[in-house]
Structures are given as structure tokens and as C-alpha cells.
């Protein structure tokens, strides 16, 4: 029995919303971003943070929490 064949034996016997699941599963994969499959590829971080990354975070989201964040759009216009 070849893949295909498999393939459609399995989602025969699937119900509607795990048939939709993975639908949505294969379509997003069919779309074969690159960037995305190299995140996906990436092996973990597992390295402990440091001090400084740790006050670069907690600086970045005090800033981001008074409202001193630059909206997307205006970043965008920036970077060109």
C-alpha cells in the first residue's frame, strides 16, 4: 500500500474535527516556509541567561509597560 493510499485509509477513519486539524496541519505545511521549518529545526536553547539578558528583558518590558514602544507600522516605515 503506498503513503497516499495510508493516508487516505487514516482520514477515513478520523472524525470531522480531527479532520479538520489535520487539514490544517498538512495545508500549513504544504505552504513550506523556510523560516519557519528552520525554527521549527532549531535545536533548544538550553543555555542559562545572564544577568545582563535578564536586565535587558526586565528594561524592555518596563518600557513596553509605560508605553514607550514604538508601534509596528511606524517601526516598518523606519526601517526602509
Known amino acids: 500500500m503506498t503513503a497516499k493510499e495510508q493516508l487516505r485509509q487514516v482520514i477515513e477513519e478520523l472524525s470531522e474535527p480531527q479532520a479538520r486539524t489535520a487539514l490544517t ?5 504544504r505552504e513550506d516556509d523556510p523560516v519557519l521549518n528552520l525554527f521549527e529545526r ?10 545582563e539578558e535578564d536586565a535587558g528583558a526586565d528594561e524592555a518590558r518596563a518600557e513596553y509597560e509605560r508605553g514607550d514602544s514604538i508601534p ?9
Open 25 to 29: 496541519f498538512i495545508v500549513e505545511r
Open 42 to 51: 532549531a535545536p533548544e536553547d538550553d543555555e542559562p541567561r545572564t544577568p
Open 72 to 80: 509596528l507600522a511606524q517601526l516598518r516605515r523606519e526601517l526602509r
